[in-house]
């Protein structure tokens, strides 16, 4: 019954963006392709978890660059001068909602799986598998080698890595995750920096946001 749900709402998400005429997004492609895999179809699964990749590399930069220009174009949320003598309270208020919003365009697709593991090693980990499944190793590989750029300690991920490798001497971690990677973990590092300064000066308990 579950995998008939699957295949039945996969279908119509396409079926109504179709209607729609709207862009699919990453979320709508992975759920059909989810669908795709629940039924075996691992071809067409190995599509739409790629095209749900390539939505997934232009969303967030996207998002990202939209934080700084709403923060820009909304002057409630620019801080006055008047509630603060201290420059940096200025500063770190500015930055630190622009870095969070930044942080949280990646962040926000987590909630969007069921099952512990985010939302982009889950894509990665579903892409690997559905192209090992299709015969394309060397597709396979670079999704478990970018998947480990972000989880490191996944053994079983190391295992099939290795496994690849010993089937093809090609293996390039999948153009532009890595740099999405980089872009976030820099977000964090500034957002992180913003609240440690702001702890010491205030000497009040900040949460630091953990990298990915």
């Known amino acids: 019954m579950m995998k008939k749900n699957e295949r039945y709402y996969g279908k119509r998400i396409i079926k109504e963006h179709v209607m ?8 709508d492609l992975i759920r059909s392709a989810i669908s795709h895999y629940s039924s075996k179809n691992y071809h067409a699964a190995v599509d739409e978890f790629k095209q749900s990749l390539e939505a997934l590399l232009k969303e967030i930069p996207e998002c990202k660059r939209l ?18 003598l201290d420059f940096y309270d200025q500063f770190a208020k500015i930055y630190g909602s622009v870095a969070e919003c930044r942080y949280d365009c990646m962040e926000k697709y987590n ?30 590989a670079a999704a478990a080698k970018t998947h480990l750029a972000i989880s490191p300690s996944d053994v079983t991920m190391a295992n099939n890595l290795k496994y690849y490798a010993a089937k093809t001497a090609e293996i390039d971690a999948l153009p ?25 000066s205030t000497d009040c308990d900040s949460a630091l946001i953990p990298l990915l």
Do not use: M, W
């Open 111 to 140: 909630s969007k799986l069921s099952g512990d593991e985010d939302y982009l090693p889950a894509l990665l980990n579903f892409l690997q598998f559905s192209a090992f499944k299709a015969g394309d190793v060397v597709l396979a």
């Open 67 to 84: 934080c700084s220009i709403t923060y820009d174009n909304d002057s409630r949320n620019v801080p006055s001068i008047a509630e603060s």
């Open 176 to 200: 532009g995750v890595i740099d999405l990677l980089s872009s976030n973990s820099h977000d964090t590092d500034l957002l992180t920096t913003i609240v440690g300064k702001k702890e010491k």
């Open 20 to 27: 729609l005429r709207e862009p699919l997004t990453s979320v």
